[in-house]
């Protein structure tokens, strides 16, 4: 038995839609014992796959093969995590990054927070006016 690479990683959860794994495979950041191949590469049992989010590198080897999408507590049984850890202190480090550039909500301003900051302001050149 086996499979294309873009159903596979679809199958095992690692893309949210089999387009997306293939779009990601034609990117070239999800390869294939560390090779960029086509989407319709055939994976084998001990084949290491490997996916670029961000600047780090996830791999995983093939345990086994399944012929239709798993639910997520069930990938244990299908993949093992290789991925290095410098590669997972890479992430968290992204991520941290990218907490502290923009906080959560201090985006563009509501219309509620646009509204009290234009009578904020009115407010202020009234009280410039009687002085």
Not at 92 to 98: P, R
Request: proline share 2%; charged share 35%; hydrophobic share 35%.
């Amino acid at each position: 038995m086996s499979f294309r690479l873009d159903k596979f990683v679809w199958c095992v959860r690692l893309s949210k839609t089999r387009t997306l794994a293939t779009e990601l495979v034609q990117k070239g950041k999800i390869r294939l014992n560390g090779m960029n191949v086509k989407p319709a590469r055939e994976v084998k049992i001990g084949d290491t796959v490997s996916i670029i989010r961000n600047n780090a590198t996830f791999g995983y080897k093939i345990k086994d093969l399944l012929d239709r999408r798993i639910g997520a507590k069930l990938v244990a049984d299908y993949l093992i995590d290789v991925t290095d850890p410098l590669e997972l202190e890479k992430f968290k480090t992204y991520q941290a990054a990218q907490n502290v550039y923009r906080e959560y909500g201090t985006g563009r301003p509501s219309r509620k927070d646009r509204d009290d900051l234009d009578s904020f302001f009115e407010w202020l050149e009234e009280d410039e006016e009687a002085d």
